[in-house]
C-alpha cells in the first residue's frame, strides 16, 4: 500500500496546545480533556466573583497543570522490499504528523539481513534473486516460504526536528503481526538532531508467503515521540 493512501485510512486526533505562562511548560490536550479543564475552570471563576475569593487547589485538582507526557511527533514509511531481496536499505524517511507546525524532520533507518548469529555477512547460496525464491531456500513445506529469517532494524538518528517538538525524544515501531511496541531509548534534553544509535534484532522463526508478501508490498512505521518543552 503507497504511503499516501495508508495516511489517508489513518485517524487523526484534535489536540489543543495548551502553554503554562508562568514557567514556560506546554501540553497537548485532547478535546474531552480540554472540554473538562474548561468547565473547572469556569466554576472556579463562577466561585471567585460570587465570594470574592481564591482558593488555590492542590496540583490533581488544578485545571491549569497536569503531566508532562510524551506525544506524537510524526510517522514515518520504510519500504521493505529490500529486506525482501535480503539487501540492506538505508534511507532518511520523513515524518508526517497531524499538526502542520509540529511535523517534519527525518528519520534514518535501516533494516539489514543477518544470518541467525547476527552476522551481517550473508553466504552468496542464501541470497534469492526475487522475493519469490525465499521459498526455495529451506523450507518444502506448501506454504511455508523459508524455516526463518533474521535481520536487524537500525534506527540511527532524527534530524531537524521542529523546535517545539525535540525535548527527550524517542522512536517506537511495531513489526508485521507483532504486537510489540519496540523503543529506542530516550535522548534527554534538548536537540533538534537526536542521536540514537538503536539497534534490534529480530526473528521471524517460520516465514511464510503471507509474509513475504508483507515485504514486497508493505511498510514499517515508525514514530517519532517528544516532550513538549
Not at 61 to 84: R, S, V
Not at 127 to 147: Q, R, W
Not at 152 to 162: C, G, S, Y
Amino acid at each position: 500500500m503507497h504511503p499516501l493512501q495508508m495516511m489517508k485510512e489513518c485517524t487523526f486526533d484534535l489536540l489543543i496546545q495548551v502553554i503554562n505562562g508562568e514557567d514556560g511548560t506546554s501540553y497537548m490536550w485532547s478535546e474531552d480533556k480540554f472540554t473538562d479543564r474548561l468547565y473547572i475552570m469556569k466554576e472556579m471563576h463562577n466561585t471567585f466573583v460570587q465570594s470574592g475569593e481564591l482558593t488555590l487547589p492542590s496540583k490533581e485538582k488544578d485545571p491549569f497543570w497536569d503531566e508532562n507526557e510524551p506525544i506524537f511527533i510524526g510517522m514515518g514509511f520504510y519500504m521493505l522490499k529490500g529486506l525482501a531481496h535480503m539487501m540492506d536499505n538505508p534511507v532518511d524517511i520523513c515524518l508526517i504528523g497531524n499538526l502542520n507546525e509540529h511535523t517534519g524532520g527525518k528519520l534514518l533507518v535501516n533494516v539489514i539481513p543477518t544470518d541467525r548469529n547476527g552476522n551481517r555477512e550473508i553466504p552468496p547460496d542464501s541470497i534469492p534473486e526475487k522475493p519469490a525464491d525465499l521459498s526455495k531456500l529451506e523450507g518444502k513445506n506448501e506454504g511455508v516460504v523459508n524455516s526463518q529469517l533474521d535481520f536487524q532494524v537500525e534506527i540511527k538518528e532524527a534530524r531537524d526536528l521542529p523546535e517545539v517538538c525535540c525535548r527527550d525524544v524517542f522512536c517506537e515501531y511495531k513489526f508485521y503481526l507483532d504486537e510489540t511496541k519496540y523503543t529506542t531509548g530516550i535522548v534527554k534534553g534538548r536537540s533538534r538532531n537526536p542521536v540514537f544509535n538503536y539497534s534490534k534484532q529480530h526473528t521471524v522463526s517460520v516465514v511464510t508467503e503471507n509474509f513475504v508478501n508483507y515485504l514486497t508490498n508493505d511498510y514499517v512505521s515508525p514514530r517519532g515521540i517528544t516532550h513538549l518543552s
